[in-house]
């Protein structure tokens, strides 16, 4: 594991920002912090966000880093939130299922 300092720009309602937003969203409810990193550890499409998927200190540090942004994004979508993060979940789940 590894400490990190800097932290990529993730656009809020980008592939990768939902991705995030989905982890975070999971381990509420899903468990904690560590049963979802294990059971569902999140797959970003920027090669340089893929060092956080296997070392959950940096995810951790990457989820702290960002979330202001993640609730920012919540209080913007009070009323379609929940629809749009599970339609994230549904296209993440058929993309995985698409990958050999």
Do not use: C
Not at 21 to 34: D, I, N, P, S, Y
Not at 35 to 51: A, I, K, V
Not at 76 to 99: K, S
């Amino acid at each position: 594991m590894t400490r990190v300092t800097e932290f990529p720009t993730l656009e809020p309602d980008s592939i990768d920002f939902m991705t995030l937003l989905v982890f975070h969203r999971k381990q509420a409810t899903e468990g904690g912090f560590h049963y979802t990193f294990e059971h569902y550890p999140p797959t970003f499409r920027d090669p340089g966000l893929r060092r956080f998927e296997d070392d959950w200190l940096a995810l951790r540090s990457l989820l702290a880093a960002h979330r202001h942004a993640i609730d920012a994004w919540w209080d913007a979508h009070p009323l379609d939130g929940v629809d749009l993060h599970n339609a994230h979940v549904e296209l993440l789940d058929a993309t995985t299922q698409e990958t050999p």
